[in-house]
């Protein structure tokens, strides 16, 4: 299964209503989605009042292809102005003409019809409810379609930059476990170092034992805190946790995070018991390389 980005773009057109119809021959639908990155899933649509009626079909069909992503969903219809309403059909005209002939006629101080009010029945008159639902769904599918693919050919890019990530990360692992037994060494030739001095002045100092016991205490102290080989192992899993996770694919994004964040803790803890220069840059070129993985790790569904 692929990996998906919830970073994508689609959209889509299609013709009008069948022939015959009281809209243009020119009318046509169009659907554009965007998304992006959210925790959950986030669906924002934008429809036109003629399509209101199927925003509820439209969120179903997202919710069962789609997880994660705030997901902005825009349809109009061409042919016509949406800026105002539709030019009304001379047989609408009619009809209201007989119409406000026929109540005048009984009625004769009725206040003949105005423009605007004219427009505003044609205009209810020449909306159908439910006359676009089926081609928008049809094309929402298709429009749907589209966005998948462009957040696998997105999700796969963001794949080979952490994969790449983990070979650099393997890599300063590597090199850091040397680097302990070399440091415990000199750690072990200091004490030994200190303890021939404090055994040279037994007899002569009182306090020879407090001495050696406290160079005993020290040298302990220290092999304890500069040993990161369970620093170096728990990462070394993360990163096998992590790659296992990228074959697998499909919904990982929020599992990603969690392990990015314990790498980061491995890394800290790395540093903070570094005893050395050389140890020091491994782990802030470690933070620098997990800090890379966060971001793009945020963009996975």
Known sequence: MAVYSMTGYATAQTGGPAQ?????????????????????????????????????????LLSSRLKRGKVEVRAWIEGRSDSGPPAPNPSDLQRLVNLQDGIQAWCPKAAPLSVAEILQLTSRQQAQ?????????????TTLGGLIEARE?????????????????????????????????????????????????????????????????????????????????????????????LKKGGET??????????????????????????LTRISVDMKVLIEQMREQVQNIE
């Open 153 to 245: 050919r997105e999700g796969q890019k963001l794949a080979a930059m952490l994969k790449d990530r983990l070979g650099q990360l393997r890599k300063l692992a590597k090199e850091a476990q040397p680097l302990v037994p070399e440091l415990v060494a000199q750690q072990r030739q200091r004490f030994l170092d200190r303890w021939n001095e404090a055994l040279g002045n037994a007899g002569a100092d009182a306090a020879s034992a407090s001495a050696q016991d406290r160079a005993l205490a020290e040298a302990t102290a220290f092999a304890i805190r500069i040993d990161v080989a369970e620093e170096l192992t728990r990462l070394a899993a993360h990163l096998d946790e992590i790659e296992r996770l």
């Open 253 to 278: 994004g929020k599992r990603l995070d969690f392990l990015i964040q314990e790498l980061h803790r491995e890394a800290n803890t790395l540093g903070a018991k570094s005893s050395s220069l050389e």
């Open 129 to 141: 409810p439910g006359r676009w639902n089926d081609s928008l769904l049809t094309l929402a599918q």
């Open 20 to 60: 015959g119809s009281s809209d243009t021959p020119q009318a046509a639908l169009g659907l554009e989605i965007r998304s992006v990155n959210s925790r959950f899933l986030d669906l924002v649509f934008k429809l036109p009042e003629d399509l209101r009626g199927t925003e509820p079909a439209l969120r179903e």
